[in-house]
């Protein structure tokens, strides 16, 4: 792993990754401007309520939202969310949290497993910053149980993030302006995996935020995915990214962190087709997909 300067490292752990922040053209498309900051996020919040995404979930601590998750299926007695580890600092606190459902539903939460391999003061554990979140009963209004991706070719395939996370875009970045704080909507974007367990970390998923000038790459290819080229946001740690496979949608990584909330920023997600057996670990239940 390539040693990283000592101020970028300590973004790992100082910006955990922060909903999403979007195109500038996208944003105004879709009615955002300096007298409505908060408008232009239509389309995003259209692409999070997709139905194939009915399994994201926002980690509420009474007063706003602070974190994302994605129920992963039940057995007879309880639900099982997937998230970040650093979601719940350095504890394993399930009461943490209120858990919501996409539908509206309230879920508390009874027990956390956290990633044997997470160190919370370690930037190098960032690929591992993944927890399994017990339910106190099983989840019913998320759709269908989820897939977690199994295949190893994750490199360059299109990733769609989602998550409860504040907004932004790519020239200003996020700010309280552009989130609706009486909007329990999420927000979904979409990026390319540029990097797969390189110079940024082990058992990660790496993507660029692109301009669409195209001079803020960083990582592979200038142009932006589509219109919805986007990056992570705060408040969004612990959602899903989702790939799109032959046998359906699947999770492919969970947001973990992110450097910045302009264009050229880099975002990590932690991978999950390596981490299968510790998810079926906790949870026996889950289904695959490649």
Do not use: C, K
Request: glycine share 14%; aromatic share 10%; net charge negative.
């Amino acid at each position: 792993m390539r040693v990283l300067p000592l101020a970028l490292a300590a973004l790992f752990l100082a910006l955990p990754a922060r909903a999403v922040v979007i195109l500038d053209s996208t944003w105004s498309a879709n009615g955002g401007s300096d007298d409505a900051p908060s408008q232009g996020f239509g389309a995003n919040e259209a692409l999070a309520m997709q139905p194939q995404f009915a399994a994201i979930f926002g980690l509420h601590d009474g007063e706003a939202y602070g974190g994302s998750a994605t129920w992963i299926g039940n057995d007879g007695d309880h639900g099982y969310l997937l998230t970040a580890a650093h979601n719940f600092g350095g504890s394993a606190d399930a009461g943490t949290w209120t858990y919501w459902s996409r539908a509206g539903e309230a879920y508390e939460g009874v027990a956390v497993d956290i990633h044997p391999s997470y160190d919370n003061q370690s930037d190098d554990s960032s690929g591992y910053d993944l927890a399994i979140v017990t339910l106190d009963r099983p989840v019913t209004d998320a759709g269908r149980q989820p897939a977690l991706y199994e295949g190893r070719d994750e490199l360059g395939r299109v990733l769609t993030i989602t998550g409860y996370g504040s907004r932004g875009t790519g020239s200003s970045g996020e700010t309280d302006d552009h989130y609706d704080f009486d909007a329990e909507t999420p927000a979904a974007a979409r990026n390319v995996v540029d990097e797969v367990d390189g110079d940024y970390g082990e058992n990660s998923l790496i993507a660029d935020f692109d301009s669409e000038e195209g001079d803020a790459s960083v990582m592979g290819g200038s142009d932006p995915v589509d219109e919805f080229e986007g990056i992570l946001g705060s408040g969004d740690s612990g959602g899903a990214a989702w790939i799109r496979t032959r046998q359906g949608w699947a999770i492919a990584g969970t947001n973990t962190w992110g450097d910045d909330s302009v264009y050229g920023s880099v975002s990590g997600f932690s991978r999950v087709s390596t981490q299968l057996d510790w998810i079926a670990s906790v949870f026996p239940g889950i289904r695959t997909a490649r």
